[in-house]
């Protein structure tokens, strides 16, 4: 049974950094390698929207206009894990930050995946 584990998320100051991470289990290294994964927010509305992709070889990534230039997604197949490096943290980056992944192509619609994790909670206060 696949599993993604999050972690990372917590109370900081506007301004401060954060390091999210995903772990993925209950797959083969090489399974792993083929996904596609990445980071979706929860919306007041209960509404996930994608916030950054990686590609399953790692060599493409792509942002939301919001975070682009302070939020890097990378992929690490040694550890089966994915990171969100979060700089320059704002009060509307404040959500529940979920990790994601699937075979198919990668996308923005939450639908496109397969699998999700449970969450992690990112507050910047001001």
């Known amino acids: 049974q696949v599993q993604l584990v999050e972690s990372g998320g917590r109370l900081v100051q506007a301004g401060a950094s954060l390091r999210l991470s995903c772990v993925v289990s209950g797959v083969s290294r090489g399974t792993f390698s083929s996904y596609t994964m990445a980071w979706f927010l929860q919306t007041p509305r209960n509404e996930r929207v994608c916030v950054a992709v990686?590609?399953?070889?790692?060599?493409?990534?792509f942002y939301t206009e919001s975070v682009k230039g302070r939020f890097t997604i990378s992929k690490h197949n040694a550890n089966q894990s994915v990171i969100l490096q979060m700089n320059n943290l704002t009060r509307e980056d404040t959500a529940l930050y979920y990790c994601?992944?699937?075979?198919?192509?990668?996308?923005?619609?939450?639908?496109?995946?397969?699998?999700w994790g449970q969450g992690t909670q990112v507050t910047a206060s001001s």
């Open positions: 994601a992944a699937t075979l198919g192509r990668s996308g923005w619609t939450p639908t496109g995946y397969d699998h």
């Open positions: 990686i590609t399953w070889s790692g060599d493409k990534t």
